[in-house]
Structure formats: C-alpha cells, structure tokens
C-alpha cells in the first residue's frame, strides 16, 4: 500500500499570486527600455554595433525590431501575469507601467536636447500603439472567452 501524499502548503497561492505580479512588471520594465533602445536601430547598425558604435548610429532605414517586440513580449507579459496569478486584473499593473513608460520617455529630452522617443521616429510611434494593443487585445480576448487560461 503506498503512503498518501501530503497535501501541499495552503499558503504557497499568494505567494505565488504575489510573484507573478512582481516578474511580469519587472518583465514589463526591461522589455520596455529594450524596446526604446532598439525603436533607432537601423540597417546600417548591423555592422557599426560591432565596432562599438551606438544603435541608431548607422545608416538606411529603420529596422522595425522593437514593434515586433512590442507585440511579441508584452502579449506574453500579459498571458504570464494572468496564468501565474490567476487573477484578471493582474494584468493591468504591467500595462500600466510599460504605457508610463513609453508616455515618460516620448517626453523627457536627453541633455542634448533629443526626445528618447521623438515624433520623426514613426518606428517608436507604432511600437506604442502595437505595445498597448498587445495588452488590449488579450484583454479583451480574456473578457470574451470568460475564463482564465489553462
């Protein structure tokens, strides 16, 4: 006869609700200065990143890396805090700092006077709109289906 299980500790859920929240803001946070640092990535910069050079120092067009990023990884935040925490509104602590985020950085001037995310830069302004879509649109696929994912 095998021995029975012990039953896990009650106590592990909001520890674990707990951590979920806290790792999908701090996922929120690296994503989202990942994705300002790479919103002036260019085609040339495949080649002067190598040499030491800054992003955004090479030449031809803007690569559109960071949109893609911005899709892919706050979707996956979003997925992340709601499947650890099982809870719906885990997800807006996350959005709202990567939106802050983005809404800080569009509007603080470096010393030499540059936007972080400046207006000219059409990359940075869709990855915007792409970054919050991505938390919305699971937002609103959460609301329709009516229940947590598996």
Known sequence: MAPEA???WAGWDPIIRTGGVVVSIL???VSGFLEINLSTLRA???VTIWRGDAIG???GPLLGLSILLALVLNYA???FAVATTRRRWSLGPPWALWTLLMLFAAGVRTDEGDYLLGG???IA???ILVGSLAYAVYSYR???KGRLPQ
């Open 6 to 8: 012990k039953p896990p």
């Open 27 to 29: 996922a929120a946070l």
């Open 44 to 46: 040339g910069d495949l």
């Open 57 to 59: 120092s090479g030449g």
């Open 77 to 79: 935040i979003a997925w």
């Open 120 to 122: 000219e830069n059409w």
């Open 125 to 127: 302004l869709v990855m």
């Open 142 to 144: 959460l609301i329709l």
